[in-house]
């Protein structure tokens, strides 16, 4: 049987998660990027997924890497894209523009939270969103793909 091909997901966040777990901990928790990113490694090596990870405050070089990822052969995206979910319409063309699947992701239920934080210019070109699960959410969206990998039709 042929080796089960690698896939490749691209886990991205947005701006001040480097300081995730810093402050705000009610409604950021009080896990750290690093320790988000670990797990994920280790979730993903179980699924035979190959995990790479970007971090940025700049909204260009999200841009950019969302650019670089298709001569990458990235086969889906995970992105927080925090404060940039709101404002964006660049990171919305750069993903819409991809043909790459992505799923949105936000530690916080952001529908329960100020009213700017209600829209998102991606939501619509998710091929789902996750939102208000903590920072299980990034653990649950990884899940996702490696299910959908494998056929995406008995539950696990
Ligand atoms: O809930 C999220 O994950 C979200 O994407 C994340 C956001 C966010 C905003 C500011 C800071 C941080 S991370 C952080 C938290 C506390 C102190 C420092 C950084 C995340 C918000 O901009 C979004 O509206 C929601």
Redesign the pocket.
């Known amino acids: 049987m042929a080796e089960e091909q690698l896939k490749k997901i691209l886990l991205i966040n947005g701006p001040?998660?480097n300081?995730?777990g810093?402050?705000?901990p009610a409604i950021?928790g009080s896990t750290t990027l690093k320790d988000v990113e670990d797990s994920m490694y280790q979730q993903a090596s179980k699924y035979n997924l190959k995990l790479s990870s970007f971090q940025s405050n700049h909204e260009g070089h999200i841009v950019d890497r969302i650019h670089s990822a298709y001569e990458e052969g990235i086969d889906a995206v995970i992105i927080?894209?925090?404060?940039f979910?709101?404002t964006s319409v660049a990171l919305r063309d750069a993903l819409a523009g991809l043909d790459i699947p992505f799923v949105e992701l936000?530690?916080?239920n952001?529908h329960k939270r100020e009213p700017f934080?209600h829209h998102s210019y991606l939501s619509d070109k998710a091929e789902g969103v996750i939102a208000g699960l903590g920072v299980f959410g990034y653990i649950a969206a990884l899940e996702y793909w490696a299910w959908k990998f494998r056929g995406g039709a008995a539950l696990p």
């Open positions: 001040n998660l300081l995730l810093t402050r705000e950021y927080n894209p925090a404060a979910t709101h936000h530690i916080s952001v934080r």
